[in-house]
């Protein structure tokens, strides 16, 4: 199994600044993911962390509104920049550590923008 | 395209009585199917996955899940409920095995469950 570290665990922003959640595993992972579930919504995903290049976004998402980094295969961080309210919800960290095994999640960010 | 179907938003159901949660999915190739649970406030836990081999799964908590290709379900139940089991829960598919091998899960809308005394 894979202990993931997410923080912030929550955050009040105003609208029109920026927020970098760390996600942080307590082993080498091959995959890194980010997904954002909106109020009363199921997980949607953002983007593959990609180790050392640039993420693979879904679609309806880009790299100026959700840039992602991941320097190394235990951390990765996601930015929601120039937020506003619609970008309300809880972002989750998620990992794998190979293709054939269960993904891993963080407890959460839940972002609010007022 | 992968996805996943929960049909029932919301069920409510007593303590002691049992559960069955409905999960439906469209794949190509046999998937890899998950249920996850999801406490208020809290992340995702694993309840339980399918890869192959025995189609009934037995998972935490008491959870068990049945694969059947001919219904393309994955359902999950629970002979005898406990309040502690109210929580949202997800099934999710693996795109694993489909063209670019990503890893990454599609989710169902999930199903809340709620468990009267």
């Known amino acids: 199994s894979a202990v993931i570290s997410q923080k912030p665990s929550r955050d009040i922003c105003q609208r029109g600044t920026s927020l970098t959640i760390q996600c942080q595993v307590d082993s080498q992972v091959t995959m890194m993911f980010w997904y954002r579930q909106q109020p009363g919504q199921s997980l949607t995903l953002i983007a593959t962390?990609?180790?050392?290049?640039?993420?693979?976004?879904e679609s309806g998402f880009v790299i100026d509104k959700f840039p992602i980094s991941r320097p190394n295969l235990t951390f990765s961080t996601l930015t929601v920049s120039n937020m506003s309210p619609e970008d309300s919800s809880i972002y989750l960290c998620s990992v794998r550590g190979r293709k054939n095994t269960e993904a891993f999640f963080g407890q959460g960010t839940r972002l609010t923008v007022v | 395209a992968q996805s996943v179907t929960q049909p029932d938003i919301h069920i409510t159901v007593s303590e002691g009585a049992s559960l069955e949660l409905r999960c439906n999915y469209s794949y190509g190739a046999t998937p890899y199917l998950f249920w996850y649970v999801q406490s208020p406030g809290q992340g995702l836990q694993l309840l339980l996955k399918?890869?192959?081999?025995?189609?009934l799964v037995q998972g935490i908590k008491g959870f068990e899940a049945e694969f059947k290709r001919s219904q393309s379900s994955f359902n999950l139940r629970k002979p005898s409920v406990h309040w502690s089991d109210a929580a949202e829960y997800f099934c999710?598919?693996?795109?694993?095995?489909?063209?670019?091998?990503?890893?990454?899960?599609?989710f169902g809308q999930g199903t809340t469950l709620q468990v009267k005394p």
């Open positions: 999710a598919v693996d795109t694993l095995g489909g063209s670019g091998n990503t890893g990454k899960l599609i």
């Open positions: 962390a990609n180790q050392g290049s640039e993420a693979t976004y």
């Open positions: 399918y890869f192959s081999g025995d189609t």
